[in-house]
């Protein structure tokens, strides 16, 4: 009986090894037809989307001094060092910088400076040994970033964000495929067209 008992429990245990097994390979043929999750950084690097909120670009010579960007940081980030000057009667700008040590990338500095000459950045590589050497000066600051399209050592991976409506698999598109969204040249040469096409039609309504 013991005898029996034994070969029952070894034909039990040997089913469940094979149910398990077969469990196991059957989650490996199933990813086995689905494309990689992961990108082979820093050689490839997927291409952050429109409103990313990276690192801040700065433009000195737009500040006005005014700190707004400072009053509406959650942390009175910014650090922004002016002076008064008496002969022009107004504020002159001597050094701006803001920590990206403990910036939380919120985005109101940009959002409410009145000047625009905050931006965000798609960099969002900001690794540093020491941590002070991510407050970064105004000369940083205005420093704008490789873009991963344009940086040759890299190959750009397009993600959801950049696909084109209905499109979901961003390996099945032929090369140079018009993205969803349009990148800021292509706005500027829209305005381009509009403004040269304003002004051919106060031109001709001058000439008439
Ligand atoms: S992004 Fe936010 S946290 Fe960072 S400096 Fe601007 S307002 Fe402050
Ligand atoms: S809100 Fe803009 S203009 Fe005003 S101090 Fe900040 S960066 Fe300069």
Known sequence: MKFLKQVGDYAKDSFQAAKFIGQGLAVTFDHMGRRPVTVQYPYEK??????????????????????????????????????????QKKKKL????????????????????????????????????????????????????????LDPMVQPIRELAYLPKGVTEPHDLPKGSQRAGRHPEDILEELEQEKAKRQKASADSENN
């Open 94 to 149: 001597n050094h701006y910088s803001i920590d990206f040590g403990v910036c939380i990338f919120c985005g109101n500095c940009v959002e409410y400076c009145p000047t625009n000459c905050l931006s965000m950045t798609e960099e969002y590589e900001l690794s540093a040994y020491d941590r002070h050497e991510l407050n970064y000066d105004s000369v940083a600051l205005g420093r704008l970033p490789e873009k991963v399209t």
């Open 46 to 87: 997927l291409i952050p989307s429109e409103r990313y909120r990276g690192r801040i670009h700065f433009e000195f010579d737009k500040c006005i001094s005014c700190e707004v960007c400072v009053r509406v940081c959650p942390i009175n980030l910014p650090v922004v060092d002016w002076e008064f000057n008496k002969e």
